[in-house]
């Protein structure tokens, strides 16, 4: 069974940074493309970052510059470094270990992106 776990998650000042973590077990990690999707209510789930086997990294434009992914195959996870954080951040955050990856789907499972999800982790960011 497909597992994924994300941490880090909170309430967070604008201006401020957050760094989430995505543990995944019962897949070939080291084989796997993950990415991070947000859901803000009303909203479609979209895609903000990315990063493939490779290593090859995908940065969505409304928060590129204040991202930064990276992976530990050693430790089968990811994590998403978030900086200068605004209230238009605040969503619920989902990994997904997915490809190709679609820009927006109507919600962040998989029913709507195929591929595997966590339960995702909330992202508060007030002003």
């Known amino acids: 069974e497909v597992q994924l776990v994300e941490s880090g998650g909170g309430s967070v000042q604008a201006g401020g940074s957050l760094r989430l973590s995505c543990t995944a077990s019962g897949l070939t990690f080291d084989d796997s493309s993950l990415g991070w999707y947000r859901q803000a209510p009303g909203n479609e789930c979209v895609l903000v970052s990315a990063?493939?086997?490779?290593?090859?990294?995908y940065y969505s434009d409304f928060m590129k510059g204040r991202l930064a992914i990276s992976r530990d195959n050693a430790k089968n996870a990811i994590d998403l470094q978030m900086y200068s954080l605004q209230p238009e951040d605040t969503a619920v955050y989902y990994c997904?270990?997915?490809?190709?990856?679609?820009?927006?789907?109507?919600?962040?499972?998989?029913?709507?992106?195929?591929?595997?999800w966590g339960q995702g982790t909330q992202v508060t960011v007030t002003s």
């Open positions: 990063i493939k086997s490779d290593g090859f990294q």
């Open positions: 997904a270990a997915i490809f190709p990856w679609r820009p927006s789907i109507p919600h962040c499972d998989q029913a709507s992106g195929g591929g595997y």
